[in-house]
């Protein structure tokens, strides 16, 4: 693997559709919280900004283009990260909804979940007792009956419309080693072409856990499967955050941070931002001797189509 192959791609999920404005003030909801905690990430070293939107009114998840254009502009035009719009919203949204943002704004790069799966964010009701908005205990115990949605035509559609269609590559979540077999199955028929982006997520209920002995299982599985044809990225869920990305950054592989998947920069302190857990994932990474990707290495890796044939 050459200089540039090494260095490490860094993910920042700034928001997600995971937590709720009740669990952390430093959660971003509006268009320009969104925008400015994006472009600080970016400025810390984060490659690749992975994005939701919020209502801005009341920070539940939404699809809604209109709430993706009032943020996507500003973080392309102050800075040059690679902007990855979210095919999965959350577990109550239709795949239409879902999708409506990334058809919108044609964008690099969108995430693609290999697979219907529990995604069961319930247990975190139990922490809080004073809500701020009726809807987030709602949605988080919705997800004890309703299942993440990803069928094979799902997946199929979604290739097809952002990827054949639009010229967006993808970031494949792989939330267990099934999941991995189903990318290997869509590589093996050609429906996808290498170099594939695998995120391996740990920590999610219904998902493979979150331990070292699970991240060494799903990239065996994935060397096993999917070869030379691949690079993986770690996402740690909670907890796990930096113990596994540091674990995946030494087995070889990319790095995702960011408060949708963790709320805390150390145990039980909340993280004031998204830039500060970049900048410690950095610090990590760079005192263990790795260097970090800029935004045109990741593009030139992946097989991006570059900034300017987005469509926002």
């Excluded at 035009?77 to 919203?89: D, F």
């Excluded at 995946?248 to 805390?264: F, H, Y």
């Amino acid at each position: 693997m050459n200089d540039m192959a090494r260095k490490i791609i860094i993910t920042c999920a700034v928001t997600g559709s995971i937590h709720t404005p009740t669990m952390s003030p430093h959660l971003p909801q509006t268009a320009d919280q969104i925008a400015s905690e994006s472009i600080e990430a970016a400025r810390a070293g984060a490659a690749i900004i992975h994005l939701h939107a919020r209502n801005p009114e009341t920070g539940k998840p939404s699809a809604d283009p209109d709430h993706f254009r009032a943020f996507l502009p500003r973080i392309k035009s102050e800075c040059n990260a690679v902007l990855n719009i979210s095919t999965g919203g959350s577990s109550l949204m239709s795949l239409d909804q879902r999708l409506a943002p990334a058809r919108d704004a044609e964008p690099e790069m969108c995430s693609l979940n290999m697979g219907t799966m529990n995604f069961g964010i319930f247990p975190l009701a139990d922490r809080y007792n004073d809500w701020k908005h009726d809807w987030e205990p709602q949605l988080l115990e919705a997800t004890r009956r309703v299942p993440f949605t990803n069928t094979f035509e799902d997946i199929d559609n979604i290739l097809a419309d952002l990827g054949d269609a639009k010229g967006a590559r993808f970031e494949f979540e792989c939330y267990d080693v099934g999941q991995i077999e189903t990318l290997a199955w869509y590589l093996r028929k050609e429906k996808v072409r290498p170099p594939l982006y695998v995120q391996f997520v740990l920590g999610v209920l219904g998902g493979i856990g979150a331990s070292a002995e699970n991240l060494m299982v799903m990239k065996n599985t994935a060397d096993r499967l999917l070869g030379h044809d691949y690079e993986f990225s770690v996402l740690g869920a909670g907890g796990s955050q930096m113990p596994l990305a540091t674990m995946g950054a030494v087995m070889g592989g990319n790095v995702r941070v960011g408060l949708e998947d963790s709320l805390t920069i150390s145990p039980g302190k909340l993280a004031p931002g998204n830039a500060e857990q970049v900048r410690k994932i950095r610090r990590i990474l760079e005192e263990l001797g790795l260097q970090i990707a800029t935004p045109d290495e990741a593009r030139q890796r992946l097989q991006l189509k570059g900034m300017n044939r987005v469509a926002f």
